[in-house]
């Protein structure tokens, strides 16, 4: 078959390679996943503000593309918490939770993400995902994780609040303090409690009562779904729902149905800006993951490959009534370590998925809302990293700045605000420090060829020869700040008669600092001083020549600084002191 | 008295060692400006849409606070082209030109970029004006010569033609062809002819005919005086008021009058941009120039004071009937030949153009505003310089893109969105530049201490050891691409053990590109391999220190390349040819 069909569909290349071990394997992944997957696409759905069941058909159609068109064979696809919550943000704005709009926008939304990822896929923009930093990146998902399990504190207590923001959060808690409904905050408590001792304790435990590693992890990884059978048997056999506890409720005993996400424009042109954003923030995730457990198999993963599955997995979400998916970090790495080694593993949990949607949706409605909400709060409490605020405030200032106002930004303003914020400012940061460059005098280190900077060395200087390093590309927006830096340096300076640029760090001229670099060979010219350069890079100097520069230049290049230093070494000129 | 006093009003400074000389030279200076600034000052007021007499306001009091505040002794303060189609540009948007709102708009636009310029000078912002390449300046003023230069023809051909965009001018003129009136036709076409034969033929001209060189270049200086006269009488004579010749008309025989600007919160908030945008644009005109004249007298321009001096004097246009103004760059040059040596020099000039405005304006009455048009033609044609075209063409295609695509956007969109596009494009391609960056893959030149490109070079390389020179500072831009790129080479490479970053053009690492590294240094370890560097810089070194990186290090940091290769050379382990 042609390389090029084996690139765009995966699975026909890992598909002849399948065996009997790699199926085992593969099966055995996929059944703990599903158990994991199953109460988390129902909390992820309704974090997103949609039905549960919309986390289940979210993760059958999605997966199944993505096992076709994927690289990666641990990456696990499905509702996750970040994505959910910039969903709910982003349908919050044009349409109320719970309508039949407001599932709309949802698949609208998978839509256009799903061919915005396909898009960047085909045209191999993959490369816009690093303009996100990882002080924003992870800025964005503690900030995000925080204002998730807040938006669940409202269903363990039992009282209504809404709102996208941190204050507007604590605001509506605050509201419904009176309306603590107490046997749905014990269920919410005792079921967070649970879990988070189920975390780090159920597999040891399972272990000293006798089960096999193996099992003692499987069982490990069921605690959510144990605090969802008990809750949910509770809420059944106490008759829980009469006394006020919000339950699931009805859920559809079907397949995924086939949806048509709505296009209007003015829909389309509402949600394009948050669906762009989520199908970055979402394929830096899952690159993310899907990178680290490839290396540990010295497999390669094709980014741009993955934005095109990525893309198929989000339009198949759009058209079996589901809502923005991408690759989970905790959920791959559990597929992972249970062994999966194709993406067949997906396939199974998707067939796992569908017949839990056909078979277990009557018992799903006795599940308590709190209950959902406990395990949200209890796995995104980990994505929380204040420690990537004192480890970039020890690093550097630029950094810290970035993180803490991706984090404030989020937290105060809403999560696309927050993610625009900490690029805009990474970057514009990035541009400052380019923008003033480090530029060092040099001088000859006695007795070595080594030119060192006259402020942290006892080096050789000469009174008529300046030599600068600059220690940064030259382009425009540190040209004008060159030209001033020589400028000073040589102004009243009246021994002065070579300046010399060594620019053994410059890895490129761009146009304007070329100019630039005119303005200073004919100002020094007007001063009666000659402009050198030493040390050029080869692709540098094949640019100079495509330019006049060199002729106009009024000194040389000389091709190392010691044959400058040899040729322009001259006493001071009688009468001009050093000033 | 304190060096900050003195530096923030320089006059105090320079007044003090004024002396005879330097009085004389800076009157014949402000003569000869004050002759080529009358009619340029009236033929820019028309352009930004307002009367006349405007452009005499905005010339007086912004030069005499300038004069106070200024550090340059050549600048020459006032509307300038350029700005003058940019304020048209923002104030068409919320007033219709000839109202008394255009005009009080007019002095709100001046009186934001007056504080604008301040905040910046204050706050020392004035390195934001480095973020706008040469090759996007360049490309914006000659969009906006043809821009202003079409924006006149109608005014020459006599018939009415609106538009802020080339595809509207051109329209216009072309709806408007029918009503062509030869009179005005006659005098716009014939004035122009005068102007373009006095700007190369009227010095030489007058030298022959006797003059000395310095009477004959005020002579020539005075071309556009002369047609102004001329027509003025032609006018008057003629009686072409009458046969429908359009006229400047009544202006009022006074002294700037004393006005207060209106700031209501919408119009402020429409015109902030604008602001921004004529102060970043008006700043850069102006300290080019500045810095250009200043360096041939080996004196030195203070930028942020430049900022305030320049805030100054919009301020004063604002509260004094004008627009916003600038260092102008033509009259600078002519002010600087002629021999100025202070900011004194630009106080005559005011008291020059007062004098006019005082004692001249009822002759005015009967220049016809084709003339004024024909100066502004002849004025920016020069300005249009479509060589930066090919010269960005052939040193290379980023520059290229930001000239060709600031243009394009400047002449269809408008002055705004052309200087927005050129700004956003030029950074955006600065950052894909530096996200794929050049790395080589290094050894050593026999006989040498060197390392080379083993592309370009015949070198000495090692099985074992692979060494990677990257020719870019790591950011967060590109660190991920470093991951992909070293993981690539070395995943299906099973001789090699160790892997050596050459750091020499590395001038800084970022927090996301130092978790690149640890990522890269912890694949290579489940690979076998260990990572080590070489030759880092010294605040590089001090960074990394900060972190825990050089702890978890599987390799080592080596001062210079050649210790890296004496500690790692090993023969490829048996059994793993090289691949």
Redesign the interface.
């Given at each position: 078959m042609h390389p090029s069909v084996l690139r765009r569909v995966p699975i026909l290349d890992w598909g002849r390679r399948y065996n009997r071990d790699r199926l085992t394997n593969d099966l055995i992944g996929a059944l703990i996943v599903t158990i994991m997957l199953i109460p988390q696409s129902l909390a992820y759905a309704l974090l997103a503000g949609l039905p549960a069941e919309a986390g289940l058909y979210a993760s059958i159609v999605p997966i199944l593309l993505y096992t076709v068109l994927g690289t990666s064979g641990a990456l696990a696809v499905g509702p996750v918490a970040v994505v959910s919550l910039m969903t709910a943000a982003a349908v919050g704005e044009v349409a109320a939770s719970g309508t039949a709009g407001y599932a709309a926008a949802a698949l609208t939304l998978a839509a256009l993400s799903g061919a915005i990822l396909l898009a960047m896929g085909l045209l191999r923009l993959g490369?816009l995902?690093?303009?996100?930093?990882?002080?924003?990146i992870s800025g964005f998902i503690s900030a995000s994780g925080i204002l998730i399990a807040t938006s669940q504190f409202g269903q363990i207590l039992g009282i209504s609040a809404g709102g996208d923001t941190l204050p507007r959060m604590l605001a509506g808690l605050w509201a419904g303090l009176g309306g603590i409904h107490p046997v749905t905050l014990a269920i919410g408590l005792g079921a967070a409690a649970f879990l988070f001792w189920a975390r780090k304790r159920l597999k040891p435990a399972l272990m000293r009562a006798g089960a096999g590693p193996r099992l003692a992890d499987i069982g490990a990884k069921a605690g959510p779904v144990a605090a969802v059978v008990v809750t949910t048997a509770l809420a059944w056999g106490l008759g829980l729902e009469d006394r006020g506890v919000r339950l699931v409720g009805q859920v559809p005993q079907a397949l995924p149905p086939f949806t048509l996400p709505p296009l209007p424009l003015d829909l389309v042109r509402q949600l394009a800006l948050p669906a762009l954003l989520i199908s970055v923030i979402g394929f830096v995730e899952s690159i993310s993951v899907a990178?680290?457990l490839a290396?540990?198999r010295?497999q390669?993963i094709d980014?741009d490959q993955e934005l095109i599955a990525l893309g198929a997995a989000n339009l198949g979400a759009a058209f079996t009534g589901g809502f923005p998916v991408t690759g989970g970090f905790s959920r791959s790495v559990v597929n992972f370590e249970a062994g999966s080694e194709t993406p067949a593993a997906g396939a199974f949990t998707a067939i796992g998925l569908a017949l839990a949607a056909v078979a277990l949706t009557p018992l799903i409605y006795f599940l308590p809302k709190a209950t959902l909400a406990a395990t949200i709060v209890v796995a995104v409490l980990s994505l929380v990293d204040l420690g990537a605020l004192r480890?970039?405030w020890?690093?550097?200032l630029?950094?810290f700045l970035a993180v803490s106002v991706t984090i404030g930004a989020t937290l105060i303003l809403g999560v696309e605000a927050g993610v625009t914020a900490g690029v805009a400012l990474?970057?514009l940061l990035?541009?400052?420090?380019?923008?003033?460059?480090?530029i060092a005098e040099v001088g000859l280190v006695p007795g070595t060829q080594h030119f060192r900077?006259i402020r942290?060395y006892q080096v050789e200087t000469h009174p008529t020869l300046v030599t600068l390093r600059v220690?940064?590309?030259l382009?425009?927006?540190?040209?004008?700040?060159l030209?001033?830096y020589i400028?000073?340096r040589v102004?009243n300076d009246a021994c002065v008669r070579d300046v010399v640029l060594l620019c053994?760090?410059i890895?490129?001229i761009?146009?304007?600092a070329?100019?630039?670099l005119e303005?200073i060979n004919h100002?020094l010219g007007?001063?009666g001083m000659h402009l050198h350069l030493s040390e050029v890079?080869?692709?540098v100097m094949d640019?100079l020549k495509?330019?006049d520069f060199l002729s106009q230049l009024s000194g040389r290049v000389f091709m190392s600084q010691m044959e400058a230093v040899a040729a322009l070494t001259a006493p001071c000129p009688a009468g001009k002191a050093e000033t």
């Open positions: 490369f995902a690093s303009f996100l930093s990882h002080p924003v990178q680290t290396a540990r010295r390669r980014p480890r970039a020890t690093y550097s630029s950094d990474s970057i990035f541009l400052y420090k380019t923008s003033r460059p480090h900077n942290r220690d940064e590309s382009y425009f927006a540190n040209a004008r700040y030209e001033d400028l000073a102004v053994s760090a890895n490129e761009d146009l304007s070329l100019e630039s303005a100002r007007e001063m890079k080869g692709p640019r495509r330019s």
